[in-house]
């Protein structure tokens, strides 16, 4: 599969569709919300979100469909934190990400798409 080249680094083909989450950051339900590097995964967006705490006052959210083949129908073509939790890879086409969305390796030539997080309290908001 060919990928286009252009301006738009947030991997075309990915469709937008609206993100309006809200969680906690410090439920039960996220655990790993509360350290750094932790992660958790949720059910918005096009194929789900990943959430990646950078730091106790910023969180970061990508889109876990792959820029590379953002519709493919596989399970493996989601994005997910790999078994190190050193980076985030997609085990179709081994794609690999940093924990700040960034392309590490290929075959994807962008890095994850990203939604806006904003942090009140507690309450972690993402959006688009």
Known sequence: MFASC????QGPGIPNVPVSEQINVNSQLYPRLRQDGG???LNGGYKGII???QNANLYLAFERACPYDPTA???CGRVEVDQSNLFIIDSCCGSQFNF????????AVYGLRQYRTALDGSLLY???
């Open 126 to 128: 993402i959006s688009n």
């Open 6 to 9: 252009n301006d738009n680094n």
């Open 51 to 53: 959430v990646v705490r």
């Open 39 to 41: 992660y958790a995964y």
């Open 73 to 75: 129908t596989l399970p």
């Open 100 to 107: 700040q969305g960034g392309l590490m390796t290929g075959p």
